[in-house]
């Protein structure tokens, strides 16, 4: 099949893109002596996250109970719920899953950990535990050494339950090498208390795991970091561009729609809204615009509604006439994934593969 | 099962709530002598489109060929497609559909039309055709009435259309009564227009086609308008109490999450982010936040990453632990529900029913 041949709106991975983008990020790792356990809340499909551990990967990470039952199902044996496991009935079906695969959470809070004890010491099974570190995100995380080095040596005494290490997640907006720099700086000098207060404790850190897209290609000058977790490096989007974490070149997913309306003057009207691309925001830049087309760089994609999206053609280099097919770069490639029931991977024109995003509306 | 025993995040539908909205449209439109036809994209679930035809409405409209097929699949025989229809295989499949139910669908290019009419004549069906008119939201339709004329008499020359009439969207952002009153009397100037162009021509227009949820209890004083099409109005959300639409109470739907953390001070995180609730933006006041917590109004969920809600407390009357449970009424309540595999209906504290979310992910 051609990709021409495709009903529109319809997500495209270029196979060529990706798998440069899985060689460059694996290679990268490995000349590091990091260990590469990607996200894959980027695609939610199986069939690319054993990609990845061909690639090299070690494991996977996830965020929901949800998608590491899809995940597991599919063969795969590491995986990391980089997310805390909160309330009896996720900690059972934790505890479960736990029995076929080798299964480790992050949490930053005792009751959580007790949770989870619990739940992994009457089924006997056994999980990996990462204390989580607040690096500056203001997310989840604790804010300090002794915190951290506290819950740790709970999560050392409790049964079921195996003390790993550290996460962090470095989330901070930062744009460009100076600012990424910067951003190291700040998260080492809390990473050196952390690390020295665990050595002084005699606690071993076994696993640090840290990293993003945007800081991955530098993981090596995080201090102690020996696990990195980066999601959107598989194909990128234009919101990783925009802070300079990728290049156009690097972008490998695409939405293919049609032109369904120009009756309104300066307008094209396309067949995908913020039900195909997600309405996430431009995160760089002046913060407008949800896409880049790239028939045509004047053109703006300006407005999404559910199933329209609004090009601003006042500029554009080119008529736009009803039936036109035109190719979007999403600003955000994770949430645009989770809105299709199947993407396909193409080479050149032509459709070789039809992926089902199985882990989609794994939210619990 | 009690809600308390759902695990989180869940999508809840007060039946209770839901059912007086229901017919509190269905009597309006009643009164008013004109028909309603429910935009079933707020809920995409068959069930819930049948409840609305026994509460009165006397058909559905989508936005998409897959949702109409979903809805004809559980037996619904009359169906406005309200969405251009463009590109030979489309049209192919909605020839298709139109063997099996009544089918209408919104257009403003001949280049539609044309495709729609050569696939339903190869046939042999029939599709009925409403031409459309931007009333100033800018998105699709035509400008003026010679133009609706152009468009109208090439329908009803062509084979397998039936000319049905008009239909236009008065999405314009408008807050309050005073704004949609002389919203309305723009648009009544326009729709003048088209009427007595029509009638001139003697072209009969049997169905005009308008309304949206915030202008919905207002169609009886659009010029003509004998269908409206009001989707959110069967679940209401922030934005329809933030725009003047609707009350805190006519809120159906809401969101029950649990807390996941607290280590960071001033936060508390749910497990519900853009992937639970859509980054969809607040439309009216400052724009900010993305829901209103029900439990305590002085709580804003702030920021939202793809699974973490991010809740500002810092003015919080309320202490926040990890595992406790919350309800959020969302900004948007479609974007919301097409997050989710299902939903459920609750009546008091106890589970009535579990929807599929069966026309979710239909993009094509």
Not at 116 to 128: L, M, P
Not at 297 to 303: I, K, T, W
Not at 327 to 336: Q, R
Request: net charge negative.
């Amino acid at each position: 099949m051609l990709i021409s041949e495709l009903e529109t709106p319809a997500v495209i991975i270029d196979l060529d893109v990706m798998e440069q983008n899985l060689s460059r990020m694996a290679d990268y790792c490995r000349s590091q002596n990091i260990k590469l356990r990607p996200h894959t809340k980027s695609h939610k499909i199986p069939e690319l996250a054993k990609r990845q551990i061909d690639s090299g990967a070690t494991g996977i990470t996830v965020a929901k109970i949800g998608e590491a039952e899809v995940m597991l199902n599919a063969g795969i044996k590491d995986i990391l719920i980089a997310y805390p496991i909160v309330g009896a009935e996720k900690a059972r079906r934790l505890a479960g899953i736990a029995e076929r695969a080798g299964i480790t959470v992050s949490l930053d809070s005792a009751e959580a950990a007790l949770t989870i004890s619990a739940a992994t010491s009457e089924q006997g099974t056994n999980v990996g535990i990462l204390v989580e570190q607040d690096v500056g995100f203001g997310r989840c995380g604790l804010a300090n050494e002794v915190e951290l080095l506290t819950l740790a040596q709970k999560v050392s005494s409790l049964p079921g339950l195996e003390f790993k290490g550290l996460m962090f997640f470095p989330g901070q907006f930062v744009v460009g090498p100076e600012q990424r720099a910067a951003l190291r700086i700040r998260v080492n000098e809390l990473l050196d208390r952390t690390l020295e207060a665990f050595a002084r404790a005699g606690l071993p850190l076994s696993t640090v795991s840290g990293g993003s897209t945007p800081t991955a290609y530098e993981s090596g000058l995080f201090h102690g970091v020996n696990e990195v977790r980066p999601g959107m490096y598989i194909f990128n989007d234009r919101n990783m561009v925009g802070v300079g974490a990728a290049l156009m070149k690097h972008c490998a997913l695409s939405v293919v729609v049609t032109v369904v309306s120009n009756s309104v003057s300066g307008r094209a009207i396309i067949d995908g809204g913020s039900k195909t691309f997600s309405s996430d925001r431009y995160l760089a830049g002046d913060g407008r615009g949800f896409g880049i087309l790239k028939e045509d760089l004047a053109v703006e994609l300006e407005h999404l509604s559910e199933e329209h999206g609004h090009l601003n053609i006042q500029h554009a280099d080119r008529g736009y006439r009803v039936g036109d097919r035109l190719t979007v770069i999403p600003n955000h490639v994770c949430s645009t994934v989770n809105m299709h029931d199947e993407i396909y991977g193409v080479r050149g024109e032509h459709v070789e593969s039809v992926w089902q995003v199985a882990g989609r509306g794994k939210v619990r």
